[in-house]
T-cell receptor, first 110, second 114 residues
Framework: GQNIDQPTEMTATEGAIVQINCTYQ??????LFWYQQHAGEAPTFLSY????GLEEKGRFSSFLSRSKGYSYLLLKELQMKDSASYLC???????????FGSGTRLQVQP | DAGITQSPRHKVTETGTPVTLRCHQT?????MYWYRQDPGHGLRLIHY???????DKGEVSDGYSVSRSKTEDFLLTLESATSSQTSVYFC?????????????FGPGTRLTVL
């Protein structure tokens, strides 16, 4: 089985940087995903990490440490439209389905 | 868009009635999933399919059944709906391993069981 933990809520200021952490425990790891979900909408894919290190994609970066069971999503130059829930998900070895954390609701304030 | 539609988008039904939700994809992807999303629980896997007529249970499968008679359609059935099944249901698809890692989600179905 898997256990995925992430903070429930975070608040940040427009233009700032925010880091959303995710820790996980799994019997066999085969990738970590981050999704963004605006209220009332479907989740949309942000990033995928399977090897240790940082993946950068525009204002968003995602980091993975497999030995520590730890990932973070870094959002730079925050915009009001970044207010959303951010979902951390893990894929186990041999499976295609994902196990999701409960999500972190980010509120960006002016 | 990943070519996934769900129907209906909203439904209100009464306890004890059967309900079927439909997921349709135009991507010819092999893997399809049904999740439910509830406050405080995130997305939880109900059932998934790895091909036509090939399905398996997820972590919250009790009270649900699925069928996949065609690649493009994955049906979720609540045989006798209960109030605890009030939720938002998302369908998702994934391509073959090594070709696609991303899981694409449909727009969701909001189901209310009175």
């Amino acid at each position: 089985g898997q256990n995925i933990d992430q903070p429930t809520e975070m608040t940040a200021t427009e233009g700032a940087i925010v880091q959303i952490n995710c820790t996980y425990q799994t019997s066999g790891f085969n990738g970590l995903f981050w999704y963004q979900q605006h209220a009332g909408e479907a989740p949309t894919f942000l990033s995928y990490n399977v090897l240790d290190g940082l993946e950068e994609k525009g204002r968003f970066s995602s980091f993975l440490s497999r030995s520590k069971g730890y990932s973070y999503l870094l959002l730079k130059e925050l915009q009001m439209k970044d207010s959303a829930s951010y979902l951390c998900a893990v894929r186990e070895a041999g499976r295609r389905a994902l196990t999701f954390g409960s999500g972190t609701r980010l509120q960006v304030q002016p | 868009d990943a070519g996934i539609t769900q129907s209906p988008r909203h439904k209100v039904t009464e306890t004890g009635t059967p309900v079927t939700l439909r997921c349709h994809q135009t991507e010819n992807h092999r893997y399809m999933y049904w999740y439910r999303q509830d406050p405080g629980h995130g997305l939880r896997l109900i059932h998934y399919s790895y091909g036509v007529k090939d399905t398996d249970k997820g972590e919250v499968s009790d009270g649900y059944s699925v069928s996949r008679s065609k690649t493009e359609d994955f049906l979720l059935t609540l045989e006798s709906a209960t109030s605890s099944q009030t939720s938002v249901y998302f369908c998702a698809i994934t391509g073959e391993a090594g070709k696609s890692n991303e899981q694409f989600f449909g727009p969701g179905t909001r189901l209310t069981v009175l």
